[in-house]
T-cell receptor
């Protein structure tokens, strides 16, 4: 079954404690991205990756890092989380240039105290 | 720059039609999407329309695209309580995988 998986699904942490949210896809998609969803703001892109070892900033990259060492994985790293990063996070993947092939993960709800 | 706007809230009675509107700014959009998000759930792709189409119908859903005015709408016929959710419109940027989302419209269906 084609899917994007994210872990963990729910996380409560404290300010400054480094965390990683994993994302994995099984469709051999080149393009992967991270979005955050906040009430009244919709979804905004944090980072994206066109292919292995190619990453770039989206619209709201501050406070986040990513890496793309393998095609299937695209982890989101918060080196020093702050309360304003409390949000719902979605990972997505698609064939490069083909958003009609885009799959979203189930979401990770992060609370930073 | 790229921007997608939606009204935040719509309330209808069960059995009525719902129309959710969206405006966008990027004329190079290739696809325009409608996603549904039920409470506590992820994003469900409802339907999409290619930018050279005017209309697309899929069972109870009708998408209308006015490219000149950069206006997109989603009509849900015979709205049911199970249609209560947040609906996001999104445009895709040419030759990228990026989606620009609207703020989301919360649809409330009253029995």
């Amino acid at each position: 079954e084609a899917q994007v998986t994210q872990n963990p699904r729910y996380l409560i942490t404290v300010t400054g404690k480094k965390l990683t949210v994993t994302c994995s896809q099984n469709m051999n998609h080149e393009y992967m991205s991270w979005y955050r969803q906040d009430p009244g703001l919709g979804l905004r892109q944090i980072y994206y990756s066109m292919n292995v070892e190619v990453t770039d900033k989206g619209d709201v990259p501050e406070g986040y890092k990513v890496s793309r060492k393998e095609k299937r994985n695209f982890p989101l790293i918060l080196e020093s989380p702050s309360p304003n990063q409390t949000s719902l996070y979605f990972c997505a993947s698609n064939i490069r240039g083909r958003t009609d092939t885009q799959y979203f993960g189930p979401g990770t709800r992060l609370t930073v105290l | 720059g790229e921007d997608v706007e939606q009204s935040l809230f719509l309330s209808v009675r069960e059995g009525d039609s719902s129309v959710i509107n969206c405006t966008y700014t990027d004329s190079s959009s290739t696809y325009l999407y409608w996603y549904k998000q039920e409470p506590g759930a992820g994003l469900q792709l409802l339907t999409y329309i290619f930018s050279n189409m005017d209309m697309k119908q899929d069972q109870r859903l009708t998408v209308l695209l006015n490219k000149k005015d950069k206006h997109l709408s989603l009509r849900i016929a015979d709205t049911q309580t199970g249609d209560s959710a947040i609906y996001f419109c999104a445009e895709s940027i040419w030759d990228t995988g990026k989606l620009i989302f609207g703020q989301g419209t919360t649809l409330q269906v009253k029995p």
